[in-house]
């Protein structure tokens, strides 16, 4: 069974950073896709960012220039940079992993909450 656990969410103000990680159980290479997704109160899920196992990246429009996704093979880590956050970025983030099958695994989210 694969375990995918998050950390790293918490409380900060407008304009700082945190930095979400996730490991997983398993060897992280044996996943096509890693991602971030979040949900707010009363919102649908929606998509973060997406790193391929070749290394490719995606990011929704709103997080462009101000986060970065990257993994740590070594570590079977996906990390997830977030810089200049917003209030509208707050959310329940959660981490996916996807295999070629489309067999696809989810944490069990780490709250972020940007407030003054």
Do not use: H
């Amino acid at each position: 069974q694969v375990q995918l656990v998050e950390s790293g969410g918490g409380l900060v103000q407008p304009g700082g950073s945190l930095r979400l990680s996730c490991a997983t159980s398993g060897s992280i290479s044996s996943f096509y896709t890693m991602g971030w997704y979040r949900q707010a109160p009363e919102k649908q899920r929606e998509l973060v960012a997406t790193i391929t196992s070749g290394g490719s990246t995606n990011y929704a429009d709103s997080v462009k220039g101000r986060f970065t996704i990257s993994i740590d093979n070594a570590k079977n880590t996906v990390y997830l940079q977030m810089n200049n956050l917003k209030p509208e970025d707050t959310a329940v983030y959660y981490c996916n992993a996807k295999r070629l099958s489309m067999t696809t695994y989810w944490g069990q989210g780490t709250q972020v909450t940007v407030s003054s």
